[in-house]
């Protein structure tokens, strides 16, 4: 079995390379391609994934390479987790939206929006390379924002999951309160990319018992912490929404926090140097302590799960990014939706979902909306003119709910198109 990673330099990768050992039972790997055009990162992550590899003790090969066609041709699976314009894009999407009074964050609202139009093009350009050595591959998407991007390959017609870790990490944060092995609990998840909620919490398999009560009301407090909300709020919800629905129930309050404070870009960028530099000593042969605080944690978990399920047919039950296809009523069946679906060697196929409560089923609605038009904007080509661009990029902000009025969405489209013209192509 071969798999390529695309952005294979990115510090993330570690990560990945220690599951892919971990679990090599489940995904047993003969060769691994990283592929990124970044040279001097490439050589220092896969330096450390050989020695990760050789230290477990797994016999699979890892080539390094900056040559796409050649790293994913023959590939079984090619795992995308690229960030074009780097940390210093993001720097970007999380502090001129601040400017305007409205959300900084890469991967909703107007960072968001800059990220997808930076992004789709370049995705779909990989996608038909990948088509073209490798069509039998299964393309797994974990570059954000995952639904839009997702959507964009499935539209293309490519043979693409999207993943997210989200769920993952709630499920691991809900086994260890229950005292059980994550494999018991089973979430009612649903929703959007970083746009949803555990409705309910099951023990033994997706018809087992819901405690979902019971732990709201013996470790609420401690779950509201983690997602920074009032215990209260999470309370009278009664569901666990993802944290990144923060963002839409206390917008201006965030948007106070984050003009206090370096950017989380900032941050990474810093995070990066060192990770960087420990990866290039030679004796280091596992991931290190400090990939922690980079985020995406369970994301070799969740990739390993997903790809022994496209590869192996096992059918097992994950949350993952897929075409909607009726199972929300609402929206239409070409939207992408983040709930549990069987997976299996002909893809991802959604579990049916209870009615949504309006309070969900409408910011749902509204966001599927903004991305529709935020996808018809990041496809414009360098025959669309400028004019059209601008109006189709102040149409997508303009309906998205973290932005929603006029004078905001000029604001945000000026700086949008100013920092990013070298990414699009009417511009």
Not at 68 to 82: H, I, N, W
Not at 91 to 100: I, K
Not at 194 to 221: I, Y
Request: a negative charge; one cysteine or more.
């Amino acid at each position: 079995m071969k798999l390529a990673v695309v952005g294979g330099g990115s510090t993330y990768t570690p990560e990945l390379i220690d599951g892919f050992a971990r679990l090599r039972d489940t995904l047993p790997i003969e060769e691994l391609a990283l592929v990124d055009p970044a040279a001097d990162r490439l050589e220092l992550v896969g330096g450390l994934a050989r020695r990760i590899f050789a230290k477990q003790g797994h016999p699979g090969r890892i080539v390094t390479t900056a040559d796409l066609e050649a790293g994913v041709e023959g590939a079984d699976a090619v795992l995308l987790q690229l960030r074009v314009g780097g940390q210093a894009a993001r720097n970007q999407d999380e502090t001129w939206p601040l400017e305007c009074g409205c959300i900084g964050q890469e991967t909703t609202g107007a960072g968001g929006l800059a990220k997808a139009l930076r992004t789709v093009p370049v995705v779909l350009d990989i996608a038909e390379r990948v088509r073209r050595v490798a069509p039998q591959a299964w393309i797994i998407d974990f570059t954000n924002p995952v639904g839009i991007v997702t959507r964009a390959l499935l539209q293309a017609g490519h043979r693409a999951v999207g993943l997210c870790n989200v769920a993952i990490g709630f499920q691991r944060k809900f086994a260890a309160l229950l005292d059980v092995t994550p494999d018991q609990v089973h979430l009612d998840h649903v929703g959007l990319n970083h746009l949803t909620w555990e409705r309910a919490v099951r023990l033994g398999g997706p018809d087992g018992a819901d405690v979902l009560p019971k732990l709201l009301a013996e470790h609420g407090a401690s779950i509201a912490s983690d997602l920074h909300m009032p215990p209260e709020i999470v309370d009278r919800l009664g569901v666990v929404p993802s944290y990144y629905l923060r963002y839409y129930y206390a917008h201006d309050e965030v948007v106070r926090e984050l003009g206090t404070k370096p950017s989380r870009a900032a941050e990474v960028a810093a995070m990066e140097k060192q990770l960087l530099e420990m990866y290039g000593d030679p004796a280091l042969d596992e991931k290190p302590a400090l990939l922690a605080k980079r985020g995406g944690a369970y994301y070799s978990e969740a990739a390993v799960a997903l790809a022994s399920s496209l590869l192996r047919g096992t059918g097992d039950v994950q949350v993952v990014n897929t075409l909607n296809n009726g199972t929300l009523p609402f929206l239409a069946d070409d939207a992408v939706i983040e709930v549990p679906a069987v997976v299996d060697a002909g893809g991802a196929t959604p579990l049916p979902v209870p009615a949504l409560e309006p309070l969900y089923a409408g910011l749902i609605a509204n966001v599927t909306a903004y991305e529709d038009l935020a996808l018809r904007a990041a496809l414009l080509d360098g025959s669309a003119t400028a004019a059209a661009g601008r109006n189709a990029v102040f149409t997508a902000l303009l309906s998205h709910p973290l932005v929603g009025q006029y004078t905001y969405a000029e604001g945000l489209t000026d700086r949008l198109i100013a920092h990013n013209r070298e990414h699009l192509a009417w511009a």
